[in-house]
């Protein structure tokens, strides 16, 4: 709910969500907060508030809108969320949203 996600028609609220879909909303979270790590190289957790805020809005709705991501997400979370992410197209994707809020140093 920090994040401001909204359930997509004909779900109301939160309680309408499968098992399944709050699971993949789970793992959309954890793929986007590492996506934006790797990308700043940990400077995210200096960023302001609102900016983060922002970002990973941005990227969630990116992730959960886009079926390479999406399987992409779930793939990482399954393996065990491996460190550093592998950079590939998925990885680039979502790369192109963060860095429309991040310019590297």
């Not at 302001?48 to 709705?61: F, G, K, Q, Y």
């Not at 079926?67 to 979370?77: F, K, P």
């Amino acid at each position: 709910m920090a994040l401001r996600l909204v359930p997509a028609p004909p779900c109301r609220d939160l309680h309408d969500y499968s098992t399944e879909e709050a699971q993949l909303f789970l793992d959309a979270v954890d793929y986007a907060r590492a996506v934006v790590s790797q990308v700043t190289g940990g400077e995210d957790a200096q960023a302001p508030p609102e900016v983060l805020t922002d970002l990973l809005n941005e990227l969630m709705a990116e992730i959960l809108s886009d079926e390479e991501l999406r399987s992409a997400a779930q793939r990482w979370v399954r393996k065990g969320s491996p460190r550093p992410l592998r950079e590939n197209s998925s990885f680039a994707k979502a790369r192109v949203v963060v860095l429309r809020y991040w310019q590297p140093a």
